[in-house]
């Protein structure tokens, strides 16, 4: 199973930017779909982004279209978020996540997936 650490989170005000990154380990990380995932306080884990293995595919939540970029670079077993134009209710612990298909990612069911990071916490101050 591979095993996932997320980095990047902090403190930012409204308007700004973060990228988040997710390093890979302990299996073929080409051979992995992957996702972006946040939980707010008293919130379910709501899937945020998705890319395919090879990047060729892409899916946003409606909240973050047009301000968030999900991307991964292989050769560095690392997949990343940026985040742009950042909003208070973009506040939330951001998770990655990796299952084989890419539609189980896309489907956003957290207990489907098969490998979790521990989290970075991004908080966006109004």
């Known amino acids: 199973q591979v095993q996932l650490v997320e980095s990047g989170g902090g403190l930012v005000q409204a308007g700004g930017s973060l990228r988040l990154s997710c390093a890979a380990s302990?299996?073929?990380?080409?051979?992995?779909?992957m996702g972006w995932f946040r939980q707010a306080p008293g919130k379910e884990r709501d899937l945020v982004a998705a890319?395919?293995?090879?990047?060729?595919?892409?899916y946003y939540a409606d909240s973050v279209k047009g301000r968030f970029a999900i991307s991964r670079d292989n050769a560095k077993n690392t997949v990343y978020l940026q985040m742009n134009s950042l909003k208070p209710e973009d506040t939330a612990v951001y998770y990655c996540?990796?299952?084989?298909?890419?539609?189980?990612?896309?489907?956003?069911?957290?207990?489907?997936?098969?490998?979790w990071g521990q989290g970075t916490l991004v908080t966006i101050s109004s």
């Open positions: 996540a990796a299952d084989p298909l890419y539609p189980t990612v896309v489907a956003g069911a957290p207990d489907a997936l098969d490998a």
């Open positions: 302990g299996h073929t990380f080409s051979d992995y779909a």
């Open positions: 890319i395919s293995w090879s990047g060729g595919g892409t």
